[in-house]
């Protein structure tokens, strides 16, 4: 079965830092695109960052500088790294495959993020 | 601030047409790149309902249907039934942003 389950999430003081992972199953991580997207609470989806299947990266300007995302091949898995953490990065946190047409087809069931002193 | 524009609500009764529609402009959806639509319902992650702008994946009732043109796209679901009740996103990829964008989200209520 082709699956996502996302790990990480927690409670983090402002300029904290947290390391969210994502686990894939049923695909190789590293022959797609895949992507972080978040959810701010009562609020719509943010593109946050992707990673190619060639390794290049892209951020959202709103985490530029203080998130990094990466892959681990070995283990199938995708993480992402946020440094200096504040009140507005409090949401839910979606990993998400990309598929040719730049949809996203499949997500994974997203972990919370709370920013707060 | 997304760059796709959805109006904030929409509404009909059970088996009615109701049509959402997605505005962008020059440097995503008028560039030419694909428009894509997802369905949350509350407390759930979003799933993809019609990829590169008149797709519906496997499973995907023919119910709903996408269309596209210049720098707006609509997503339209006819027959409305009670399960349709959800909030709909458009996305698409900014080439001024070099990332994907979404729209701002579309809660459907059946009345």
């Known amino acids: 079965e082709v699956q996502l389950v996302e790990s990480g999430g927690g409670s983090v003081q402002p300029g904290g830092s947290l390391r969210l992972s994502c686990a894939a199953s049923?695909?190789?991580?590293?022959?797609?695109?895949m992507s972080w997207v978040r959810q701010a609470p009562g609020k719509g989806l943010e593109w946050v960052s992707v990673i190619y299947s060639g390794g290049s990266t892209d951020y959202a300007d709103s985490v530029k500088g203080r998130f990094t995302i990466s892959r681990d091949n070995s283990q199938n898995t995708l993480s992402l790294q946020m440094n200096s953490l504040r009140a507005e990065d409090t949401a839910v946190y979606y990993c998400a495959r990309g598929e040719f047409s730049s949809a996203f087809d499949i997500w994974g069931q997203g972990t919370m993020v709370a920013v707060s002193s | 601030q997304s760059l796709l524009t959805q109006p904030p609500s929409v509404s009909g009764a059970p088996g009615q047409r109701v049509t959402i529609s997605c505005t962008g402009s020059s440097s995503n959806i008028g560039a030419g790149h694909a428009v894509h639509w997802y369905q949350q319902v509350p407390k759930t992650a979003p799933k993809l309902l019609i990829y590169g702008s008149y797709n519906r994946p496997s499973g995907v009732p023919d119910r709903f249907s996408g269309s596209k043109s210049g720098t707006s796209a609509s997503l339209a679901i006819s027959g409305l039934q009670a399960e349709d009740e959800a909030d709909y996103y458009c996305?698409?990829?900014?080439?001024?942003?070099?990332?994907?964008?979404f729209g701002t989200g579309t809660k459907v209520t059946v009345l």
């Open positions: 049923g695909f190789t991580v590293s022959s797609n695109y």
């Open positions: 996305q698409s990829y900014d080439g001024s942003l070099s990332g994907y964008v």
